[in-house]
């Protein structure tokens, strides 16, 4: 049994390598800019500066009729419309699936943007999302342009809602811990799907919560690659585009002014590198934490200027009397630097450093006490315990007038939990004896991790309590000896 052989994605050589008529066989195939991938793969980008000049129109149609599918499509009505393209959803008679249809709207083009310049993205897009082949990337079928239409291509169909949707779904205020720990969730499978685009030297540019779907089954894709930038091996845009086609010169605006980073607001096209999309991730991490973008302008103008100032309000003064974990706050801003350099070197990082803050908590915050700072002290009530990260503290208790060192910490040593798990007040001081930084752990962040009334809490509870019996009973045989 023979098999055809296809092309990338499927695609018959066919359906491009034989030569319209009036075209002229003898022409060379136009060059293209290379990419080199993983594996020996390629993406390949078909350089517009050096393409021939324009057949004639019959040639044009002959050409489109060439590429068009081989199957027909039903369209079942319109999905979704933006930036400069519509989405239908169709049905594939032959293979008898739906599929998303993605068509160029020659009406609702950029000012800025030519109708040679709109033709190039859009096929590009196509062409670069359909050599992404990654689970969290939705997959291209064909590509192709009906004789006297606009350039269209399908794709997988994708249902569900995007993290807009999610984030809106319940008030700031009212959300719960494990619906926060779902939306980070989403955001890290969404840095193992850019950071593989980056790895076939692709950046997005356009990162945001629109952009990422979540399916029916919780399956997430990140959507919308048609701002996406193709770059060289060392990072730095490609390249050779055509002047004029508003694509990537410097100066060049491309992406969405609330999320943006400086180097994008600005036109800094040589500038666009990894490190721009980890911005956006974490204007994505900055908006799932506050519910808002970090640059919120009146108009998409001003959100663009307020992107190149870049200043960002810390998200707890966002959030207000809603209470944020600390350590995500801190994370979002380190990524929302304006100094690229300063910024998480790449997106790996930036996800690792996130589940580390899970790993850590979230919720907590740390302290630095310098040398003889009595930490808290015998007959405080409790407010919080403490995990020694660096320096060295001493334990003491004053009995009958006299200073009785209990014990010495140092890093890993923890303090405090007992009372504040039992409520009772402080049964000894606790004094740094060189700088010492500590972990936080107050009543709310307890209560988080235990559960007000769960059974490991009360569980905690009770061992805390017999524990501070106990040291009382100790206490009372250091003063008196073992007859009393």
Not at 17 to 41: H, Q, W
Not at 271 to 298: F, K, M, N, S
Not at 407 to 430: H, I, K, N, Q, Y
Request: with cysteine.
């Amino acid at each position: 049994m023979s098999r055809r052989k296809t092309g990338p994605r499927g695609r018959r050589p066919a359906e491009d390598a034989a030569p319209a008529e009036g075209v002229g066989a003898a022409a060379a195939p136009p060059p293209e800019k290379t990419i080199d991938l993983d594996d020996g793969a390629e993406v390949r980008v078909e350089d517009p500066a050096a393409q021939p000049p324009p057949p004639p129109a019959h040639a044009l149609r002959d050409r489109a009729r060439s590429l068009a599918p081989r199957r027909p499509l039903v369209d079942c009505g319109l999905l979704a419309t933006g930036g400069m393209s519509r989405v239908h959803k169709v049905f594939d008679a032959s293979l008898q699936r739906h599929l998303a249809l993605k068509v160029l709207d020659p009406g609702a083009l950029p000012e800025a943007l030519t109708p040679t310049g709109a033709h190039l993205r859009f096929r590009e897009e196509a062409q670069l999302t359909g050599q992404l082949d990654h689970p969290n990337i939705p997959p291209v079928h064909d590509l192709w342009q009906d004789p006297g239409g606009p350039p269209c291509f399908t794709m997988k169909l994708v249902e569900g809602h995007t993290l807009t949707e999610r984030l809106n779904a319940t008030p700031l205020a009212e959300r719960a811990d494990h619906e926060l720990e779902r939306l980070l969730d989403i955001l890290l499978v969404v840095c193992d799907a850019i950071s593989f685009a980056h790895s076939k030297g692709v950046i997005h540019r356009d990162l945001k919560p629109d952009n990422i779907m979540v399916g029916s089954y919780g399956q997430v894709y990140v959507m919308d690659w048609g701002c996406a930038l193709a770059t060289s091996p060392g990072g730095a845009a490609a390249p050779g585009r055509e002047a004029g086609a508003g694509r990537d010169d410097h100066g060049t605006v491309v992406g969405t002014g609330a999320y943006m980073a400086p180097e994008q607001a600005n036109g800094q096209v040589a500038l666009i590198r990894e490190w721009t999309d980890v911005y956006l991730l974490g204007a994505v991490l900055y908006e799932i934490l506050t519910q808002q973008p970090p640059h919120r302008g009146r108009t998409a103008f001003e959100s663009v200027q307020l992107a190149r100032e870049n200043q960002i309000r810390p998200p707890q003064q966002v959030a207000g009397e809603v209470r944020l974990p600390p350590e995500l706050c801190r994370v979002a801003m380190r990524a929302l630097e304006a100094n690229p350099m300063r910024r998480y070197p790449t997106v790996i990082a930036l996800r690792d450093d996130i589940k580390q803050a899970l790993r850590r908590g979230w919720w907590l915050e740390s302290a630095t006490f310098l040398p003889g700072t009595l930490i808290y002290q015998q007959g405080d009530p409790p407010d919080a315990a403490y995990i020694i990260l660096s320096g060295c503290c001493e334990v003491f208790r004053m009995e009958d007038g006299r200073r009785v060192v209990l014990r010495g910490m140092g890093p890993g040593d923890s303090f405090g939990e007992a009372s504040l798990v039992s409520g009772r007040s402080r049964s000894a001081t606790v004094q740094a004896l060189t700088e010492t930084t500590a972990t936080v752990i107050d009543k709310d962040c307890l209560e988080r991790a235990l559960g007000r009334d769960s059974w490991l809490g009360q569980f905690m509870r009770a061992l805390a309590n017999r524990f501070h019996d106990l040291d009382a009973r100790l206490a009372l045989l250091r003063r008196h000896g073992p007859g009393r």
